[in-house]
């Protein structure tokens, strides 16, 4: 059984989404535990949880102090910042997701439903059965929920949508969602991290779903010409990627960006209108910020 390391960043509620943004494409797992859920949290603290191996420690924790800096830079209320670390066992954090991961509507059409919760009956016109393991992406998260909220509106309008890319597959509930959206369709779910791949090729098969490949890989490694893409990715990378994206999308088709704080998307913004794109929606929950893009005016 692998050994990993538990990061944990006690912080002020109002930076807590950005730390954990910060740490999500590096750690295994992130989870926000508040006053809710810990009776040992003040009301106004939230600890951050990242879970990842030994050797990744030194990178997320200078993810986490770089978002804290930016914070600080910004005027918003950080400190103190308590951090702590411990080794911790793969099976003990999946028993975690299973506190806090129950079946969840997600949009208008799908309800998620985790493979160690039988006991609730599912409502909904698409179920998707699914088990996170160590990968991002359960539905319970607002950028996800955005993602979602953004395709299915899209999906009243544009029926013929032929390829998809899902980058930043994590555990493959976005590659699932569009294959069930465009039945017809042929899609990647992609990811940087094995670990996600595996997790996403499992899901993938759980649901039957044929149409999708899963590799691993950045968007370099992916083809041209694709209608649909959705990177629900944090912003700082997202900021990286404008240009391969408008070499990686159909003239014609959309670009669904998520994962991003409601305070990063001005700056975000003017860089993909550098890149060549123009804000067809967005969409806001909580703290949260979603929008869909195409190229052109």
């Not at 159909?250 to 960006?257: M, V």
Request: aromatic content about 6%.
């Amino acid at each position: 059984m692998q050994i990993w390391t538990e990061i944990q960043v006690e912080v002020h509620n109002d930076v807590a989404d950005l730390v954990a943004a910060a740490l999500a494409s590096l750690a295994g797992g992130v989870e926000l535990r508040d006053a809710g859920t810990l009776l040992s949290t003040a009301p106004d603290r939230t600890c951050v949880v990242a879970l990842c191996p030994p050797e990744k420690v030194q990178e997320l924790l200078d993810a986490a102090d770089e978002a804290l800096s930016s914070a600080r830079e910004a005027g918003v209320t950080v400190d103190p910042v308590i951090v702590r670390q411990r080794q911790a066992h793969e099976d003990e954090w999946r028993d975690v997701w299973k506190q806090f991961f129950c079946t969840t509507p997600v949009g208008k059409r799908f309800t998620v439903q985790p493979s160690w919760d039988q006991n609730t009956k599912p409502t909904g016109e698409f179920i998707i059965h699914l088990d996170p393991g160590m990968a991002f992406g359960t539905g319970a998260h607002p950028s996800t929920r955005l993602v979602v909220a953004l395709a299915e509106e899209w999906r009243e309008t544009r029926a013929d949508v032929g390829r998809i890319l899902d980058l930043g597959s994590g555990s493959g509930i976005l590659s699932i969602v569009a294959a069930w959206l465009w039945p017809d369709s042929r899609g990647l779910a992609l990811d940087i991290d094995p670990q996600a791949t595996e997790c996403a090729q499992e899901n993938l098969e759980r649901n039957h779903v044929t149409s999708f490949q899963v590799r691993t890989g950045a968007l370099s490694d992916a083809e041209a010409g694709y209608d649909l893409i959705m990177a629900n990715i944090q912003a700082d990378v997202l900021a990286t990627l404008a240009l391969l994206f408008a070499e990686k999308l159909d003239s014609q088709g959309r670009l669904i960006l998520s994962g991003i704080l409601t305070e990063q998307v001005d700056s975000l913004l003017e860089t993909y209108e550098d890149a060549g794109f123009s804000v067809e929606a967005r969409r806001e929950e909580g703290e949260w910020s979603a929008l869909r893009l195409r190229l052109g005016g």
